[in-house]
Structures are given as C-alpha cells and as structure tokens.
C-alpha cells in the first residue's frame, strides 16, 4: 500500500503560481512512476503530467507544458507540481497518483494509488 496525501492547493488569480506537494508513505516511493491528474467541476478526470522513479523522465499533457513542471524528491517521498501562468481553465480538483506503469501511461485506471485531491482554483 501506498498513501499519498497532496498540499498546497488554493485560490490564484490568473498569471500566478502555486505548487503543489504530494507526501507519499507505505510502500518504496522510488518504485512508482508518479503523477498528477485533475478533475474541474462536471467534467472526467484528466491526465496532466507523470514522472519517472528515478525522476529523469517526465510527461506532461500538451495543456500545460511550458507552465508546468513536476519534480520529485525519492529521498523525502515527495513529488511536487510547479504551476506557473495559471488559467481559469486550471481550476479543479488535482489528484496525486502512484504506478507501477510507466510515464507515457496516462489512463487513471492503470494508477493503483490515489490521494484525497487538493482544490486548485484559479480567478479571472
């Protein structure tokens, strides 16, 4: 098992920044590719980028490349989403998720563990 608890969600005004942490315990985080995934208000949940074990690869959806970067920390059990140039259009839920798949693998059935979500919301 792997737990995963996220932080640092909040409301931003468009053009700002936030970062996001996910706190990983259980199981070796170094073995799991790790991802964030978002859900905004009626609509499914989306793939936003995932990172490597090892965190020398990276994979980011096409909506936020450029604007954001994650990053992960094997040696705190740590991955953080760096969300710079934020948009209405990035409110939602975001989700920390853990796999045994790896970084190109962005359907949200292959993630086997989950966080509870942190609340992104960003004004025009």
């Known amino acids: 098992q792997v737990q995963l608890v996220e932080s640092g969600g909040g409301l931003v005004q468009t053009g700002g920044s936030l970062r996001l942490s996910c706190a990983a315990s259980?199981?070796?985080?170094?073995?799991?590719?790790m991802a964030w995934f978002r859900q905004a208000s009626g609509k499914e949940r989306e793939f936003v980028v995932s990172i490597k074990w090892s965190g020398d690869s990276t994979y980011y959806a096409d909506s936020v490349k450029g604007r954001f970067t994650i990053s992960r920390d094997n040696a705190k059990n740590t991955v953080y989403l760096q969300m710079n140039s934020l948009k209405p259009e990035d409110t939602a839920v975001y989700y920390c998720a853990a796999s045994r798949f790896p970084i190109f693998v962005v359907v949200a059935n292959k993630y086997d563990y989950w966080g509870q979500g942190t609340q992104v919301t960003v004004s025009s």
């Open positions: 259980g199981r070796r985080f170094s073995d799991y590719t």
